[in-house]
């Protein structure tokens, strides 16, 4: 029994509830209007196609913006959350019509190079055309007082699940849905047959995403890096920062001489990268090195691992360079095999390869730079917990490229209304 100031009112008509999300919609929508940035992407972002019918390439920006925005864990699910609300969520981009989800897919399956490097433009160009974060945004200084912005490179995957399927000489080839965009690759911990890699790169200070470059397989690492490079170079021109304090961070993927060759080179950006060049123990001069007491031991602070440090400077990787300051981290060997690092007469060797002065950064320091780049994974999981860039929207390479160029847009608009909403000083090093 219910109290008698209670009172249940039913009706036939459902009235579905508005989304939590709109009142975000409508917010990006005024800030998008407000700086240009709408009619920027109708006037650039040029799309022509047969049979568009009444949608222009505006109609699916914005609803992959706010796809991104949602939450949704699929497109499914996000156009059934907004089809009671499709009118006033187009209106809020002076829009009139929204696209039937398959019209999406088949508008992401056309999209082609040239309007997606387009897109990807106009993100670098936002990404400085406003300092919510100061000048310069972030940053750290070295022990001569140089300021350096420090910059993260790394690659994360997405798996795609493929089911067997008879193959018989009376039966045609299979033909699978994610053979443009996905190919046998490495997975690591994740689950499926056939993955895509795609490169990030994040400002460190601000967690600004500067860019996303994405290949089927294992993707293509040194033509990425060299795009990532680029993205840097346009970054740090478009804030007046020399490049030459611009310091990139890598994993070992990239940590021999071929990549590193392509990184390096006359006024580029500095480097820590963790080195897997172990040949390079037995040159004369690193043998001559090790043979003399440390120059430092650190412990870290979680792990409490405890690290004998020796500094090798002008170590060159190959005959012809890169020349670079390799640091020797050793600490003794356990009962396990090491993850990272090779074993020798019961020690365990690490290289990190930097190209920072010896009097800017010690030992310590650029080991302490480097393993405390949590900070970059911490990203990488809050992405995915928020807006997961890496799930499957499109079949075609240039359409899950455009998603994701889409996605890091959003992140970093996001962040740009919360400074607005609550300034934060940026934390200097």
């Not at 047969?50 to 914005?62: L, N, Q, T």
């Not at 420090?150 to 493929?162: E, F, L, S």
């Not at 900070?375 to 995915?384: M, Q």
């Amino acid at each position: 029994m219910t109290r008698p100031s209670v009172h249940v009112q039913i009706a036939p008509t459902s009235v579905p509830s508005t989304p939590s999300w709109l009142g975000e919609v409508a917010v990006l929508a005024h800030m998008l209007c407000h700086c240009g940035l709408q009619k920027a992407i109708e006037e650039r972002v040029q799309f022509a196609r047969a049979r568009m019918g009444d949608y222009e390439v505006i109609d699916f920006v914005v609803m992959l913006m706010g796809y991104a925005v949602s939450g949704e864990r699929s497109i499914k699910a996000f156009y059934e959350r907004l089809l009671p609300f499709a009118s006033p969520f187009m209106a809020l981009f002076g829009r009139a019509n929204l696209p039937h989800r398959g019209t999406l897919s088949r508008f992401l399956v056309a999209l082609d190079e040239t309007a997606v490097e387009a897109l990807r433009t106009l993100f670098s160009q936002d990404l400085v055309a406003r300092s919510p974060f100061a000048s310069p945004p972030g940053g750290l200084w070295d022990r001569l007082g140089i300021h350096w912005i420090v910059i993260d490179i790394d690659g994360t995957k997405q798996a795609a699940r493929q089911r067997a399927l008879p193959q018989t000489p009376d039966l045609p080839a299979p033909h699978r849905r994610c053979d443009l965009v996905a190919a046998p690759a490495y997975l690591g911990r994740k689950r499926g047959e056939i993955a895509r890699t795609r490169t990030t790169v994040l400002q460190a200070h601000t967690h600004q995403w500067l860019g996303t470059f994405g290949n089927a397989g294992n993707g293509d690492y040194r033509g990425e890096l060299l795009r990532a490079k680029a993205a840097i170079e346009s970054y740090a021109t478009s804030l007046a920062l020399p490049l030459s304090h611009v310091l990139t961070r890598l994993d070992g993927l990239y940590g021999n001489a071929a990549p590193l060759a392509d990184l390096l080179t006359e006024n580029g950006p500095g480097v820590i990268v963790r080195g897997k060049d172990y040949h390079l123990l037995d040159l004369p001069a690193v043998i001559a090195r090790l043979q003399h007491p440390a120059d430092q031991q650190t412990r870290h602070p979680e792990s409490g691992t405890r690290r004998a440090l020796f500094d090798c400077p002008d170590i060159a990787l190959t005959p012809t360079g890169p020349v670079v300051r390799m640091i020797l981290a050793t600490h003794p060997a356990t009962a396990s095999a090491p993850a990272i690092g090779v074993v020798r007469h019961g020690t365990v060797y690490e290289q990190f390869f930097t190209t920072v002065p010896p009097k800017a950064f010690t030992p310590a320091d650029v080991l302490d730079l480097y393993l405390h780049r949590g900070s970059f994974e911490t990203v990488l999981t809050d992405e995915d917990l928020e807006q997961d860039p890496d799930r499957w929207v499109s079949h075609t390479p240039w359409g899950q490229e455009c998603w994701q160029i889409l996605s890091q847009w959003i992140w970093n608009l996001r962040l740009e209304f919360g400074q607005h909403l609550s300034p934060t000083a940026m934390r200097l090093n």
